[in-house]
T-cell receptor, first 116, second 115 residues
Framework: AQTVTQSQPEMSVQEAETVTLSCTYDTSESDYYLFWYKQPPSRQMILVIRQEAYKQQNATENRFSVNFQKAAKSFSLKISDSQLGDAAMYFCAYRSALSGTYKYIFGTGTRLKVLA | ETGVTQTPRHLVMGMTNKKSLKCEQHLGHNAMYWYKQSAKKPLELMFVYNFKEQTENNSVPSRFSPECPNSSHLFLHLHTLQPEDSALYLC??????????????FGQGTRLTVV
């Protein structure tokens, strides 16, 4: 079975600085999708960024980028120029690309605090 | 109304009550999910429906009963719950197969307290 591990329960970053959140996963599959979700106090999970395992190029979305290391099964999220609105819980998630597989597997989350 | 909508936002119920959580998605997706989110634990997948057919039941106790009458609506019927069932219940939807993204879209959740 696949697992997702986030080893940092909490992280802090100064406003305008850069922070990296870690995520590792375990799978025997070669094709899958990885995601980072943000959950602010409003509770709604919002997609931050996604990565297809078959793509070697790291995904980027404005201030958010990932470092995807397939062999190491590592998928870290880098937030540049941190803003107060980035404060939230961040969840790493995995989904198999196998046909007929629909479930998303989540890590325990990292709480990000942004200091003014 | 767009996205995934869950009602109610908050629910307090006694252990002998029967209540239902409702989820509606307006995204044209073909898969819907119930997740349980408890403090300091990973999101726990409870049920998955694809085209109204249940494809996953993660050993969920029978006091939780899902219902998916069509691909846009998902219910979670609750009866004789325990205090440890208190949690945030999240509904999500996604498009599996065909054209479209691979991510799940979530509702704002129902905060359930069992007293």
């Amino acid at each position: 079975a696949q697992t997702v591990t986030q080893s940092q329960p909490e992280m802090s970053v100064q406003e305008a600085e850069t922070v990296t959140l870690s995520c590792t996963y375990d799978t025997s599959e070669s094709d899958y999708y990885l995601f980072w979700y943000k959950q602010p106090p409003s509770r709604q999970m919002i997609l931050v960024i996604r990565q297809e395992a078959y793509k070697q190029q790291n995904a980027t979305e404005n201030r958010f980028s990932v470092n995807f290391q397939k062999a190491a099964k590592s998928f870290s999220l880098k937030i540049s120029d941190s803003q107060l609105g980035d404060a939230a819980m961040y969840f790493c998630a995995y989904r198999s690309a196998l046909s007929g597989t629909y479930k998303y597997i989540f890590g325990t989350g990292t709480r990000l605090k942004v200091l003014a | 109304e767009t996205g995934v909508t869950q009602t109610p936002r908050h629910l307090v119920m006694g252990m002998t009550n029967k209540k239902s959580l409702k989820c509606e998605q307006h995204l044209g997706h073909n898969a819907m999910y119930w997740y349980k989110q408890s403090a300091k634990k990973p999101l726990e997948l409870m049920f998955v429906y694809n085209f109204k057919e249940q494809t996953e039941n993660n050993s969920v106790p029978s006091r939780f009963s899902p219902e998916c009458p069509n691909s846009s609506h998902l219910f979670l019927h609750l009866h004789t719950l325990q205090p440890e069932d208190s949690a945030l219940y999240l509904c999500a939807s996604s498009q599996v197969g065909g054209v479209g993204g691979t991510e799940a879209f979530f509702g704002q959740g129902t905060r359930l307290t069992v007293v």
